[in-house]
């Protein structure tokens, strides 16, 4: 039912660079996005997962979005500049 499609493909290492942030700063807190008495931990199978998205999940997802009608709008964010772009340029 969605009109847009927004990817967000960052690199491998910025975000495990932001999970590990994540992990320092709320190690053993609940955060405000998660669910309650869900405390940020070390997750190494979650490391794993994140360090290789790009190389298994990413392609399949590609994969998915060649196959959307054209009569949706697909929208490839790869860094901060193109996030800020869309948001200026966008009617969300």
Do not use: H, M
């Not at 190690?27 to 360090?51: I, P």
């Amino acid at each position: 039912a969605a009109d847009k499609i927004i990817i967000l493909d960052r690199s491998r290492w910025l975000c495990l660079f932001r999970v590990l942030k994540r992990i320092i700063l709320n190690y053993g807190k609940s955060r405000l996005d998660s669910a309650e008495g869900c405390n940020e931990r070390f997750d190494w199978e979650f490391l794993v997962y994140t360090y290789r998205f790009n190389e298994v999940k990413r392609p399949k997802i590609y994969e998915r979005l060649f196959k959307v009608p054209s009569t949706k709008e697909i929208f490839i964010l790869k860094s901060n500049k193109d996030i800020r772009q869309f948001l200026a340029n966008s009617k969300l």
